[in-house]
């Protein structure tokens, strides 16, 4: 991959981590303030930053602007981790436990609360299209609460149809990501078709990326992704493997799920992945994970070619990522 | 009390209702606008809608934005009742069994998660003064985050001083009120002086309110409040009784919990009752109530007098609840 590409990502990040070290948050109450340093100081990806920056960048937005766009997003992102990881029973999150399971539930409850407060200050710091990014913002929050829903409501669901799982991932994830690279275009006071446009890259953008992130959860190791392996499969959320498996091949499905009862993980792993592997669970997967990257490359046409080029080469990043 | 300002505070608190019933939500997933339609059937006492009211209508705000700005503040209420609950682990609001109880508290997260993200987008609807009150909004959210952790924080915590106590109720519950009485102002087209006049009227009713709260909890019944009684003395919470009791009595208040431990709750609350009348500490804590209300009529100066007269009603409406 393109090395000023992957320098300039690597930027981003550094500057992003910088902001958000450098909130201006009181030290007290340590009951809320103390997780919500612990979450701004984390190792996240940045992928919600890097997106606004590089989608913005293409339309000439102002660096501050881009930085205030970027510390909403990752605070908005922060806010919803922190409680999924709560309802999910997730006891760890980016190589450090979660906060209900380092402190307790109300605790991270709260801490989810101030983050979203704190994004929304952000937010509402913008010089251009202040109002804009405002509505953005909290229609694609409840978009996700509404993908959150779905995700909840379809567990240990087999009636679940790989159409609705694509429903639940674009809102779970994908509008988040459209509201990254809409805010580029909000901050690049672009109109309305292009903005809708850009929002539509990122629907599709987070549909490449969460097909890959059930990809990952099987296919990579746990130090790679600083997240338990397996547990959207073994919890019975819907992914796209388990549901491929339970259109094709339901009666081998089943009998691989009553066969694995009580055996360790690792175990459990290996004979999924040998399970997809072979019944081409696993290349179809990545087929989708393409075929919606394609369609958000698409949707790029409405910038110029020559302000095109770092978006492509963001949208294979997230497509190719391994962690 | 004036017979015309019951029936305004009735004609608030009916269109109020009308109005959280007309939010147009999606029906789909139901798990999350199950419990959201739920809560916006609720029987709250619609308070802070009011007060916007009230002060909205003292500097001559727009009807619609009224009723906007009134929906933001109810759901951003209702969104911290929801999480609150979690925490303190109430089963009862508005004589309903509380979301967490009724469905489980993963529902109850995102319900309430929901509800703050809806109130957000009714806050950015205004056609005045968006941004002001998009930045006065979330500020107050953030105070309410910290006032619900400084009280977490002082559970159980025989050091609290009557001043910790105070700075925790104007964060917890005073500024939301103050929010509300800003926001009157803000679509008044009030300047910042006005506007922080009307904000320091709602912190000192906010601590007239909570104080209150803590009287009725003690002293009221549980069918009129629609809640349990004594939860928070009985859980170890701070409240402007137990503060009084423990610095001025302490010996005597000691061994009066240890007397009441494994006692049914009515002959509990009979005997605190019993202390609190004879030591003084109730109308001690009556007369802190009325001291914050009096601070309170005192930032009203900046309201010519013959527009101040609801706001005035208001504060001994607060003072003088019963419920």
């Known amino acids: 991959m393109n090395d000023a590409f992957l320098k300039h990502l690597e930027e981003i990040r550094s500057s992003t981590n910088r902001a958000l070290r450098q909130l201006p948050l009181s030290a007290k109450p340590v009951y809320l303030y103390g997780p919500v340093q612990y979450i701004l100081e984390g190792e996240g990806k940045r992928l919600r930053p890097i997106l606004v ?72 710091k913008l010089s251009t299209g202040q109002l804009e990014a405002v509505r953005a913002f909290n ?9 959150q829903a779905f995700d909840k409501e379809f567990e240990e669901n087999d009636a679940i149809s790989l159409d609705d799982y694509f429903t639940m991932i674009e809102k779970k994830t994908g509008w988040l990501l459209g509201l990254c690279a809409e805010l580029g275009a909000i901050l690049g006071r672009k109109d309305l078709a292009v903005r809708e446009a850009l929002r539509a890259y990122g ?56 066969s694995l009862k009580n055996k360790p993980v690792a175990q459990k792993l290996e004979q999924l992945r040998t399970f ?38 963001f949208t294979d990043y997230v497509l190719n990522r391994k962690k």
């Open 139 to 147: 229609q694609a929050t409840l978009m996700v609460c509404e993908g």
């Open 53 to 124: 920056h590089l989608s913005g960048e293409a339309f000439g937005a102002n660096a501050e602007d881009l930085v205030n766009a970027s510390l909403a997003v990752e605070l908005l992102h922060n806010f919803t981790l922190v409680h999924d990881d709560i309802m999910d029973h997730d006891d760890t999150r980016h190589g450090k436990p979660t906060v209900h399971f380092k402190w307790d539930e109300s605790t991270a409850i709260l801490a989810g609360d101030g983050l979203y407060a704190i994004g929304q200050l952000c937010i509402s």
């Open 203 to 258: 629907l599709n953008l987070g549909k490449t990326f969460q097909i890959q992130d059930d990809l990952l959860e099987i296919y990579s190791d746990s130090h790679q992704m600083g997240k338990s392996l397996g547990s959207d499969v073994l919890a019975g959320k819907q992914t796209v493997l388990t549901i491929l498996a339970r259109d094709q091949w339901k009666e081998e499905w089943i009998s691989l799920n009553q």
């Open 276 to 313: 997809f592997d072979r019944r081409g669970i696993h290349s179809r997967a990545q087929e989708y994970a393409r075929e919606f990257s394609r369609k958000a490359l698409a949707t790029l046409k409405v910038i110029p070619d020559e302000k095109r080029k770092a978006l492509e080469l």
